[in-house]
Nanobody, 126 residues
Framework: QVQLVESGGGLVQPGGSLKLSCTAS??????????MGWFRQAPGKEREFVAR??????????ADSVKGRFTIFRDNAKKKDTVYLQMNNLKPEDAAVYYC???????????????WGQGTQVTVSS
């Protein structure tokens, strides 16, 4: 099993920034084989892909709606097994519950991610 714990959500004004964190643990978490992803789900909508990171190679991919504004990254120097999502220039349409997920294939499909965190709320409002 892999356990994922997100943090960093909150209320921010349009144009503001937030940084989400996701820390992974568990016996099944083998850093070199993991793909870490962020998804989000707004009320009444399906959960959608936001970004992913291949842990070993650092390869990233983003949804078109967040390109240039969001950055997914890891910082092994500070805290191992943690992935971040830096969100800049936030818009009201970015408001959602953000979920961290992990898997073993490079994909945007949520069904390919077997492990999920509990989610963290991001609200964008003036």
């Amino acid at each position: 099993q892999v356990q994922l714990v997100e943090s960093g959500g909150g209320l921010v004004q349009p144009g503001g920034s937030l940084k989400l964190s996701c820390t992974a643990s568990g016996r099944a978490f083998a850093v070199n084989s993991i793909v870490m992803g962020w998804f989000r789900q707004a009320p009444g909508k399906e959960r959608e892909f936001v970004a992913r990171l291949t842990w070993s190679g650092g390869i990233t991919e983003y949804a078109d709606s967040v390109k240039g504004r969001f950055t997914i990254f890891r910082d092994n120097a500070k805290k191992k097994d943690t992935v971040y999502l830096q969100m800049n220039n936030l818009k009201p349409e970015d408001a959602a519950v953000y979920y961290c997920a992990s898997g073993y294939t490079t994909t945007k499909r949520r069904s390919d991610y077997p492990y999920w965190g509990q989610g963290t709320q991001v609200t964008v409002s003036s």
